[in-house]
């Protein structure tokens, strides 16, 4: 049982809670704001008995898969009053590939890189369109939708999901056909740690040729006393010659040539687009998951979406606002929906941000050490550049993604009481029309709110009268 339960007492506690955690900010969380004890599951049915067990003792569960959540809520509490168990699904990453139906099934605690590399162990022209960072756990990254260089072809991670199985707060096992379609239709992108503990996943594989072409293009400009540069990431499902010849006619500005372009098998992009060294074998991907912590600058997200072209005068706000961080360097990242995207409608997954939206805008500000005065002067860009930003993006509502958690917008009471009039201020930021939906969904299979976080969505009540 040592190998499955690590308490604070156990010489394992400490680096088991530290193994993936992502955003170093959280290393050195305050004891009362970690897990009572932290349950590492080799079995489906582990994870039964640590849900069960937690309901009959009063706790909270916590569930992580990959340790990326910007905020920690996948493994830390803002209530210390309030204890919990974190569920890590470390041990829940096997991967089934179905090459002849297309399809695949990966428990929720693999992550992108391993995924890849199941898949292209199988066949070299199959693909799924999720992540460029191989380190990602696959539960959290398709419960908040799930972006790639695909994206424009494929849409989504969370739209190319065909099954999944989640252990419900009554310890149930639920298929789709178990848990229903409105069940189903939530946990694809609509918040983890909300309707369960998804312990597994079927997704759909997508077609892609044998060869496709990457390119890297850098351009740079000194704005006052700032050089900025701007790097332009691009993957094509053809041969070079096709896409020089679409890039001269869609985008000549970007001069784009054969030297800049790369071909490549889809997974030798998966670890081109990912920053590997050239030449590096896919079987790093199974490496995915090692990297510490320690390599990780700290880091604080938000986003936007874009729904007409940003003015000269908001790139030069952008660019003025680079100058005011003394130490690491921010980056603002742009990635362009449309194309398939467009095409799919706003309420078939929860993520509701597709047509009428250029491209989203994700704020990144980044630096090391323990000094708080760094990084109350990194909280202070970010915060500042968001608040510039507000004239040039969607609103009522302003949107965010929900992957990039960001608590600024709105947190839940800590011990469950958050109504749902107060979480619309955050959830329609999120989740815009759907949210109610959410809400109605998850008052179904989750009416005593036992899955919850600091932003998850909760039941939705209406009182006698006639108030929400």
């Not at 830390?76 to 179905?98: G, M």
């Not at 252990?167 to 848990?179: K, P, Q, S, T």
């Not at 990297?291 to 940003?310: H, I, M, N």
């Not at 965010?400 to 107060?422: E, I, W």
């Amino acid at each position: 049982m040592s190998d499955l339960i690590h308490t604070p007492h156990s010489a394992s506690y400490s680096s088991v809670f530290q193994f993936s955690i992502r955003n170093p900010r959280f290393n050195n969380t305050s004891a009362s704001r970690r897990p009572i004890a932290i349950i590492t599951p080799i079995t489906v049915s582990q994870v039964q008995s640590a849900v069960l067990c937690s309901r009959r003792h009063g706790l909270q569960v916590r569930v992580r898969s990959g340790g990326h959540d910007f905020e920690g809520m996948s493994y830390i509490s803002s209530a210390p009053s309030q204890p919990f168990l974190l569920i890590d699904l470390i041990n829940l990453r096997n991967v089934t590939v179905d090459v002849p139906t297309k399809s695949a099934w990966v428990q929720a605690g693999a992550v992108l890189g391993e995924l890849y590399h199941s898949i292209a162990s199988a066949s070299g022209t199959l693909a799924f369109p999720a992540g460029i960072c191989p380190s990602v756990g696959v539960g959290g990254h398709i419960s908040g939708g799930g972006y790639g260089m695909l994206l424009r072809k494929y849409g989504m991670a969370a739209d190319n999901v065909l099954d999944a199985r989640l252990v419900d707060a009554e310890g149930r096992i639920l298929d789709r056909a178990g848990m229903g379609e409105d069940v189903f239709w939530a946990i694809r992108g609509g918040g983890g740690n909300t309707y369960g503990v998804v312990v597994s996943w079927k997704v759909k594989l997508v077609p892609v040729p044998r060869r496709v072409t990457g390119f890297k293009v850098s351009k740079t400009s000194e704005e006052g006393q700032t050089i900025i540069q701007a790097e332009f990431l691009g993957l094509y499902l053809g041969e070079t010659e096709s896409l020089l010849t679409v890039m001269k006619q869609s985008f000549p500005e970007l001069e784009l040539t054969e030297e800049g372009c790369t071909e490549m098998s889809w997974i030798e992009s998966a670890l081109y687009c990912a920053g590997y060294p050239k030449n590096t074998s896919y079987d790093e991907l199974l490496n995915s998951r090692n990297s510490s912590s320690l390599q990780f600058a700290k880091l604080k997200a938000k986003s936007d979406y874009v729904q007409r072209p940003l003015p000269v005068r908001a790139l030069q706000g952008i660019w003025r606002s680079f100058d005011q961080v003394e130490a690491g360097p921010p980056l603002v990242q742009m990635v362009p929906h449309g194309g398939r995207m467009s095409r799919i409608s706003n309420s078939s997954i929860p993520y509701p941000h597709r047509s009428g939206n250029i491209y989203k805008i994700q704020y990144f500000a980044s630096w090391f050490g323990e000094d708080k005065k760094v990084e109350k002067r990194h909280l202070h860009w970010i915060n500042g550049l968001y608040r510039f930003m507000t004239p040039y993006v969607s609103n009522n509502p302003r949107g965010a993604y929900p992957n990039s958690r960001d608590l600024d917008l709105g947190v839940n009471d800590p011990v469950g009481r958050t109504s749902y009039k107060q979480a619309r201020v955050w959830g329609e930021q999120y989740f815009k029309h759907n949210f109610e939906r959410l809400a109605r969904v998850k008052a179904a299979i989750d009416p005593s709110n036992f899955f919850r976080n600091e932003q998850s969505v909760p039941p939705f009540v209406r009182m006698t009268t006639g108030r929400v």
